[in-house]
Structure formats: C-alpha cells, structure tokens
C-alpha cells in the first residue's frame, strides 16, 4: 500500500508562469517531507524540505506548503523555467525510512 | 568530490545468476540505503545501514543481500538473479542528525534480467 501519492504523472507549464505540483500521504507519522528533482540517466537531487511542524518552507523559486489535515503537500515553482523540466519525487520520512511517490514529470514550454 | 559513485551504471544477466552492485561515498555519511526504481512505482527501499555492521530491510528486501563493513561501502548482493529484479537501482547516503535527512543519491545502476 503505497504511503506517499503523486496522483499526476505529468504536467505541461509555459515559461514564466506557476508550477504546482501535488502530494497526497497517509502516514501520520511522517517527520518530515521533501522533493527531489530527477533528470534523466541521473540520479535523484534534492530540492526543499519541510519538517512536519512547519506548514510553509521557501527557497528561492520553489515553496513548499504542507497541510496536514488533509495530509497533503504541493511545491510551487514561480516562475518556472524550461530547466526545471524534470521528473519531480516528492518523499516522507519516519526516522530511517523513506517512501517516495510515483512521481510527476514536468514540461516547462519555452 | 565524487559524492555517491555506483558501479555498473548497466548491467544484463540471466536468470539464477549472481551479482554484485557496488556503492561508495565519500561524505562520511553514516546512513547508506539502495532503492529501486520502476515504471509507476516510484523509488522503493530495498536495505539501508546506520552505520558500519548495521544493516536493515525495507519495502522490498525479498532476493537482496547487504552487509556494511566500512562507513564508505554498501554492497548490494543478487544472489540468483530474477527477470522481476530487472530495474534501475540508486544507492543513497545521508547524514543522521536532528532535521531532515537529505538524501544524496548515485548517478544509477540499470540491471536487466534475461
């Protein structure tokens, strides 16, 4: 039973305007959540974290929100650029384990 | 600083063989874990290690065998290979501290089974 959902597998967004980008949980339990980026042939990267007390963190262009009633998290990229065109994983901790989504693959369109 | 190196980046084998991929960090990470990844399944844990002569399963340990004998290394073992395990698998490392782990992952190995 998959614990961590990404429910889009794709999405197609012009340069310059909002990326949203969604995740959906069931574990209570989670400490912490994070998105990693993934170009092809390569291996996953990180990109922003939010601990599971905070409900908002940003870094530069990308902000994550986090709600917990609704066990439910989404990454916000303005504006966003074509070489943010990339599979996006969002992922949750419990201690030592990690349970990643399916992921969303990005097209930015110049 | 090379970071998470895996090695093969490919790799075909045939069914009941045996492998061995290998993972080596360089950031004194003392958490080390492998993954695989498959079409609509996302990055499933296969084993990951706190620390040297430690070692735990994950979501999907079944047919993988580790050990951890250096903080650096986390071998991870295909003892009789099956088409089911035809996957691309990531090694990852991190530090164990108060906050987010960050993950660092490898660049990949793509197994596939005949």
């Known amino acids: 039973d998959q614990q961590v959902k990404q429910n889009s597998p794709s999405l197609s967004v012009q340069e310059g305007r909002i990326s949203i980008l969604n995740c959906d949980y069931t574990n209570s339990m989670f400490d912490y959540f994070l998105w990693y980026k993934k170009y092809p042939a390569e291996g996953p990267t990180f990109l922003i974290s939010?601990?599971?007390?905070?409900d908002k963190n940003e870094d530069g262009r990308f902000t994550v929100f986090l709600n917990k009633s609704a066990k439910h998290l989404s990454l916000h990229i303005v504006p966003s650029q074509p070489g943010d065109s990339a599979v996006y994983f969002c992922?949750?901790?419990?201690?030592?384990?990690?349970?990643f989504g399916t992921g969303t693959s990005l097209t930015v369109i110049p | 600083n090379a970071g998470v190196t895996q090695t093969p980046k490919f790799q075909v084998l045939k069914t009941g063989q045996s492998m061995t991929l290998q993972c080596a960090q360089d950031m004194n990470h003392e958490y080390m874990s492998w993954y695989r990844q498959d079409p609509g399944m996302g990055l499933r844990l296969i084993h990951y290690s706190v620390g040297a002569g430690i070692t735990d399963q994950g979501e999907v340990p079944n047919g993988y065998n580790v050990s951890r004998s250096t903080t650096e290394d986390f071998p991870l073992r295909l003892l009789s290979a099956a088409p089911s395990q035809t996957s691309v698998y990531f090694c990852?490392?991190?530090?164990?501290?108060?906050?987010?782990?960050?993950?660092?992952f490898g660049a990949g190995s793509r197994l596939t089974v005949l």
């Open positions: 939010i601990s599971s007390i905070k």
């Open positions: 990852a490392s991190s530090t164990t501290s108060s906050g987010a782990n960050v993950l660092t």
């Open positions: 992922a949750a901790s419990e201690g030592n384990q990690f349970y």
